[in-house]
């Protein structure tokens, strides 16, 4: 039997951007704006755990401890462009029953806002949901049509997402970074 204890209780969103000339550091500093750069992040992949509870960004950074092995589904974006949008996303889709396992997508691109970028993480989380709980829709229509469309199916209860843009700055790397940290 496999222990549940790698089962996260509780998540929380954070974003962060950072800028330096170094590539890696300019990372590092979003990571400090993201309150997560005493953790060693472990990069997960999509699923939101049944039961797992969303809880404020202030709450889950007062558990983590310096060092602490953190698992988190992350996006990641950066330029070194003056003026370029550079953007990234993560998006979560919740089912209706807790008893079920949602959806988290990661997004990164530029030159969307942080209504286009955030929106359309959503729109990924909510669709890979939706395919799996059998919700009929037609890929085509809009998000905002089908976003009715899976709430309507009463197989998904909402989306959220926390986008993160900013503009490129001369003679320096711009980094952007969204999570879904898991707390255990």
Known sequence: MI?????PKRAFFTRGIGRHQA????FELALRDA?????????????????CQLIS????????LPGQVTFCVMARNATDEKGRLVGSAVGLAFPTDNEN???????????????EIGDY?????????ATTL??????????DERREIYRMSGKIVDSASAPCVTKGVSGVWTTTISAVVFLL
Do not use: C, W
Not at 121 to 129: F, N, P
């Open 134 to 143: 059998g919700v009929d829709f037609d890929p085509d229509t809009g998000f």
């Open 3 to 7: 222990a549940n204890s790698f089962v």
């Open 101 to 115: 396992y949602g959806y988290i997508s990661e997004h990164h691109a530029f030159g969307q806002d942080e209504s």
């Open 121 to 129: 993480a959503e729109d990924l989380a909510a669709t890979m949901l």
């Open 23 to 26: 590539k890696l550091q300019s």
């Open 35 to 51: 309150g997560i750069e005493k953790q060693n992040l472990v990069y997960v992949s999509s699923i939101f755990p049944p039961k």
């Open 57 to 64: 960004l202030e709450e889950g950074r007062a558990e983590l």
